[in-house]
C-alpha cells in the first residue's frame, strides 16, 4: 500500500486540529479541568470527547500540520477552546470572589485551604460555594451543555486558518466584567447584614467604652455570618442559573451560534 505525503497530513490534521480545541477547552474548563483529577484521567477525557466529536467535524483543509499555515491552524483551536473554557470558568471565579469578601467581611478569611479547582490558596468560604457550584453545575446539566456547544462550534466556526475575530473577543471581554457584578450578586446579602451588625457594634462600643469589643464581636460576628451564609443559600440556585445561561449564551454567540 502506498500513501502520499498529502493523504497522511490529512489524516493528521483531521484528528490533530479537532485535538487541540477539545484539550485547550477542557485544560481551563471546570470540573472537566479540575487540578484534582489527575493527569491521565484528563488525558483519556480529552481523547474521548475528540473521538467522539469527530463524525461531526466537517472536512477539514489539507494542510502539512508542521507549516506556518499548520501552525497558524493550532493557534486558532486553541484559542477557540480556551475562550470558551474561559467563559465558563469566570463564573467560578464569581463564586470564589464572592466567598472571598463574605470571609472578608465576617472575619474568616484567614481560614484558607488550596483550592482543588485552581491549585492555589483561597478561603475556605470560597471553596465552600465552589463546591456548591459544581454540584449545581452538574445536577443542571451543564456538562452536557458545554459538549453540544462544543460539537456546535465545529460547524459555525470549522478548522481552518481563521477563526475568532478581534470583534467575538469584545465578547469575551465584556462577560469578564460580569464575574464582578455576579461576585457581588452572590455576597450582598451577607455583606449587607454584616454592615448592619459591625454598625451595632461600633454603637456599642460608644455606649461601653470598657466593653473588649474583639472578644465580643468576633465570635457574635461569626456565628450571625454563618447564618445569614445558611439562609441566603435558596438564592443562589436562582444566580446560578443566570450566570450558567449568561455564560452559554456568550459562549455561543462567541462560536458564532445563536447563543
Known amino acids: 500500500m502506498h500513501f502520499s505525503s498529502a493523504e497522511i497530513a ?3 490534521g483531521a484528528f490533530l486540529w479537532p485535538l487541540t480545541r477539545v484539550a485547550a477547552l477542557v485544560s ?14 484528563r488525558l483519556m477525557v480529552t ?9 461531526f467535524v466537517p472536512s477539514v483543509p489539507v494542510v502539512e500540520p ?8 493550532v493557534a486558532q483551536q486553541a484559542l477557540i477552546g480556551l475562550s470558551m473554557g474561559f467563559l465558563l470558568r469566570l ?21 484558607s485551604l488550596v483550592d482543588p479547582q485552581s491549585g492555589a490558596q483561597s478561603p475556605l468560604l470560597s471553596q465552600f460555594y465552589t463546591l456548591l457550584g459544581t454540584l449545581i453545575f452538574l445536577g443542571l446539566h451543564g456538562h452536557l451543555l458545554l459538549i453540544r456547544l462544543l460539537v456546535d462550534s465545529f460547524a459555525t466556526l470549522p478548522v481552518a486558518m481563521a ?18 457584578a455576579g461576585a457581588v450578586l452572590i455576597s450582598l446579602p451577607a455583606i449587607a ?23 465580643v464581636g468576633f465570635p457574635i460576628g461569626l456565628i ?36
Not at 466567598?99 to 481560614?111: E, K
Not at 448592619?196 to 474583639?214: D, E, K, S
Request: hydrophobic share 60%; no cysteine.
Open 163 to 180: 477563526g475568532v475575530d478581534r470583534d467575538l473577543l469584545w465578547t469575551l471581554v465584556v462577560w469578564a466584567s460580569r464575574m464582578f
Open 10 to 12: 490529512a489524516w493528521v
Open 91 to 111: 463564573v467560578f471565579g464569581a463564586l470564589e470572589l464572592g466567598g472571598q469578601l463574605i470571609a472578608t467581611q465576617m472575619g474568616l478569611s484567614f481560614a
Open 224 to 259: 450571625l455570618g454563618l447564618l445569614i451564609v445558611l439562609y441566603s443559600l435558596p438564592t443562589l440556585l436562582q444566580q446560578l442559573d443566570g450566570l450558567f445561561a449568561e455564560a452559554f449564551r456568550s459562549i455561543g454567540q462567541l462560536t458564532g451560534g445563536t447563543g
Open 193 to 215: 447584614s454584616l454592615l448592619v451588625v459591625n454598625l451595632a457594634f461600633g454603637v456599642m462600643t460608644r455606649a461601653a467604652p470598657q466593653l473588649n469589643i474583639f472578644a
Open 66 to 73: 508542521l507549516s506556518p499555515a499548520g501552525l497558524l491552524i
Open 28 to 41: 481551563v474548563a471546570p470540573v472537566l479541568g479540575s487540578r484534582s483529577l489527575p493527569r491521565r484521567i
Open 47 to 55: 481523547l474521548a470527547l475528540t473521538w467522539a466529536v469527530l463524525p
